[in-house]
């Protein structure tokens, strides 16, 4: 007791000095410092708003570029040979994916390619104005130069027109395709009028494709470049590289009212392998 009663009180005001005031004001002054630097780093590393719009512009043209080139492109239809699963002014989406690494077109697909030459005749685009140039190479302007039709006969196919019912005939196959091609126009007794209904093409090249449109009476297809029985001295050649070939339909984006997915029907299914 004599011991404790004669140790000197503690300095509370010394002590208190020490931790609270005296450390407390140090660790102040040393956030205010931090934060005053930061706030000047920020301030000269910050772009002006009309760089950083140009930035997130171009790094959105540069994007939109790498899709279009490698993924999924925008085309429009044309015409009505597609009908009536795809209708004149539709806004298609073609994937690209489905071709990669050596794949190939299946029968049934409906896909985009690249004139082989001659098969447009004059209703090729102009040449688009640089403004449209551009929106082009971004895929949001429409492209010339593109057809799109549905594969129906692969290499070594043979197609045929067509059997005592009109129907077309793959590899002896005949195709019920009811489902996805327009009507018949009054008159016409096969699912192939662009030319005489006798006709037979192939077999099918290796890494070459037939297609024809769903609109089989208003379709520029494989069969009006095919080489009849009494021509003489034909060079025509009814068949698409593989190489001409953008994509596959997937999709039709726009008009809203036409949306929906483009698959494949079920009549190709059961087609024999080629003989």
């Known amino acids: 007791m004599t011991d404790d009663d004669d140790r000197p009180a503690p300095d509370e005001g010394a002590g208190d000095g020490a931790v609270s005031t005296t450390g407390a004001t140090a660790y102040d002054g040393a956030d205010s410092d931090v934060d005053g630097s930061d706030d000047a780093a920020r301030s000269r590393r910050r772009l002006p708003i009309w760089q950083e719009s140009l930035l997130l512009v171009g790094a959105a043209v540069v994007l939109a570029i790498v899709v279009k080139a490698l993924l999924v492109q925008a085309f429009y239809i044309p015409s009505p040979s597609m009908e009536p699963g795809l209708v004149e002014n539709d806004r298609i989406l073609v994937q690209k994916v489905s071709y990669w690494f050596g794949g190939s077109p299946s029968r049934g697909d409906v896909v985009v390619f690249e004139d082989p030459g001659g098969w447009l005749g004059n209703t090729e685009d102009d040449d688009p104005g640089p403004v449209q140039g551009l929106l082009s190479a971004v895929g949001l302007y429409p492209e010339g130069g593109h057809l799109v039709k549905r594969v129906i006969g692969v290499e070594g196919d043979v197609i045929t027109c067509c059997d005592d019912q009109g129907r077309i005939l793959v590899n002896g196959e ?33 890494g070459e494709v037939f297609v024809m449109g769903d609109n089989r009476s208003d379709s520029a297809d494989s069969t009006v470049h095919l080489c009849l029985p009494d021509e003489v001295d034909c060079t025509r050649d009814p068949f698409v590289d593989n190489d001409l070939i953008v994509g596959k339909v997937f999709a039709v984006a726009w008009p809203l009212k036409n949306f929906g997915f483009v698959g494949r029907p079920d009549a190709l299914n059961d087609v024999p392998d080629p003989s």
């Open 174 to 206: 005949p195709l019920d395709e009811d489902d996805y091609i327009a009507a018949r126009p009054e008159g016409v007794t096969c699912n192939g009028p662009m030319v005489p209904c006798d006709w037979e093409a192939g077999p099918v090249p290796e």
